[in-house]
């Protein structure tokens, strides 16, 4: 099942704590979009099998027209099973839902946040919590059966009550699928310079623990499946595509710093606009690519099969590296944070919480 991701780099405005590849030049727009479908058009054949889902990511894609929008999918999105689009609440309008009613977009992405517009403005987000239930209500009407909502906790001094209630905002929505994440402190963010200012204050680890022990009670409660450490489905409603990536399906990646896979390596697009599009009109590609080693694949499955819940299986590795991983996994096994079942070794619910420290650990070095 092979995916296709586009990287739709343009914002009217940047969030103080994103750390993706973003522009507010929108002036690009229209050569941005030739370029892409030209960049499919030179490596398609990257992927020698069919393309099963396409993701249109950002940045905020909502932020193209919708002739934009139609002129990728005609190019690229041909027989896939699952087309993603990420949209910004208030870029929902009737006008936009019309058009995009026309295209074979069949599933939406939001960023709500959170239902506080006073953390909305924290952020820097341009919507409104009401934009984000107009927005649902939209998609609705032209028949889009699967929508996804991020939400983010952990707030400089927010409170427990406070992201029940976020919970419970986003479950009266009756979406299918939730994707939850703690506010991180990225290096060269707006938010991480505040932090390093003391102009903010990171909350209580204990705090943001409970905070997710709730979220993932709450949501078990309401029907949604636990399938990955930050998200959530309602019964056949997983991301397929990103379901891919904690699969290692390979896939190709689409605009300026876009990254590929092709189960043997790694490449990337350079993580410039202007360099990107004369690249490609040109009729090369600015990329970067990475051969990986045995050790490096080994690295790269365990970071994405344990955060899943099916979780590391045993049988896909070597010998030499399953006794490897089994030694590192013991001390987590005996101290709960791991558990073995099935030929497959997963993270526990303590674990969950501190799975990065754990699957660090689980690498070669």
């Known amino acids: ?60 894609p909502s932020q193209l027209t919708v002739p934009q929008l139609q002129q990728l999918l005609e190019t690229i999105a041909v027989g896939a099973d699952e087309v993603t689009l990420e949209c910004n609440p208030d870029d929902v309008t009737d006008e936009f839902v019309q058009g995009l009613a026309t295209l074979p977009v069949n599933r939406v992405s939001m960023g709500a946040q959170t239902f506080s517009d006073q953390r909305l403005r924290f952020l820097h987000r341009r919507h409104t919590a009401g934009q984000v239930i107009a927005a649902v209500e939209r998609l609705r009407g032209i028949d889009i059966q699967n929508i996804s909502i991020d939400l983010i906790y952990g707030f400089p001094e927010e409170t427990l009550r406070q992201w029940h209630e976020d919970i419970d905002a986003a479950l009266s929505l009756e979406v299918e699928h939730l994707s939850a994440y703690a506010l991180q402190y990225e290096e060269g963010t707006l938010l991480g310079r505040w932090l390093q200012k003391g102009q903010v204050r990171e909350i209580d680890e204990e705090l943001s623990r409970q905070m997710y022990y709730d979220l993932i009670d709450r949501l078990a409660q309401a029907g949604y499946e636990h399938y990955e450490i930050s998200n959530f489905a309602r019964p056949d409603y997983r991301s397929r595509h990103n379901s891919g990536y904690w699969n290692q399906t390979p896939y190709l990646g689409l605009g300026a710093a876009a990254h590929s896979f092709d189960g043997c390596s790694r490449q990337s697009n350079v993580a410039d606009v202007r360099q990107y599009i004369e690249g490609v009109e040109s009729g090369r590609l600015c990329v970067e690519c990475e051969e990986l080693d045995a050790n490096t694949q080994y690295n790269e499955m365990v970071m994405t099969a344990l955060r899943t819940c099916e979780g590391l299986a045993l049988s896909s590795l070597t010998a030499v590296r399953r006794d490897y991983c089994l030694g590192q ?3 987590y096994i005996e101290a709960g944070l791991l558990k073995m079942a099935d030929d497959h070794i997963r993270l526990t619910r303590e674990g ?3 799975s990065d420290m754990i699957i660090s650990d689980m690498m070669m070095v």
């Open 329 to 331: 996994a013991r001390p």
């Open 1 to 60: 099942m092979a995916g296709v991701y586009i990287h739709i780099p343009f914002c009217k405005s940047r969030c103080v704590y994103c750390d993706f590849y973003s522009t507010t030049g929108l002036e690009w727009r229209q050569r941005y979009v030739d370029a892409v479908s030209r960049e499919y058009q030179m490596r398609h054949q990257y992927l020698n099998e069919r393309v099963r889902t396409l993701y249109i990511g950002g940045g905020t």
């Open 352 to 354: 969950l919480f501190v």
